[in-house]
Nanobody
Framework: QVQLVESGGGFVQAGGSLRLSCAAS????????MGWFRQTPRNEREFVIA????????VYANSVRGRFTISRDNAKNTVFLQMNSLKPEDTAVYYC??????????????????WGQGTQVTVSS
């Protein structure tokens, strides 16, 4: 079983950047396909981005394509979400998630087994 802790959230102006981290403990992050999701102020959960266990495949939500990237540092046992050109509509609580049942990147939250506690991102206009 893996424990996930997100960090790096905060307040930023539109057009700015943030990098979120998802630190894993208990198991190595390289064991899992990983994803990022967000809970909006309207209480809607949205898929953001995901990476396959091997890192070869990345899946993006259309709303973040070209602005957000996902990466993993296995030595640090951490997955990163780099967010550039942020928009007010990116305001949300961001969660990382790990998927143990398959190696593939997935945009369905129901297919992830482990979740972090979330980190707030607020983008002002």
């Amino acid at each position: 079983q893996v424990q996930l802790v997100e960090s790096g959230g905060g307040f930023v102006q539109a057009g700015g950047s943030l990098r979120l981290s998802c630190a894993a403990s208990g198991r190595t992050v390289s064991t899992y396909a990983m994803g990022w999701f967000r809970q909006t102020p309207r209480n809607e959960r949205e898929f953001v981005i995901a990476i396959s266990r091997g890192g070869a495949t990345k899946v993006y939500a259309n709303s973040v394509r070209g602005r957000f990237t996902i990466s993993r540092d296995n030595a640090k046992n951490t997955v990163f979400l780099q967010m550039n050109s942020l928009k007010p509509e990116d305001t949300a609580v961001y969660y990382c998630a790990a998927r143990s049942s398959s190696d593939s990147a997935e945009n369905d939250a129901e297919k992830y087994d482990y979740w972090g506690q979330g980190t707030q991102v607020t983008v002002s206009s």
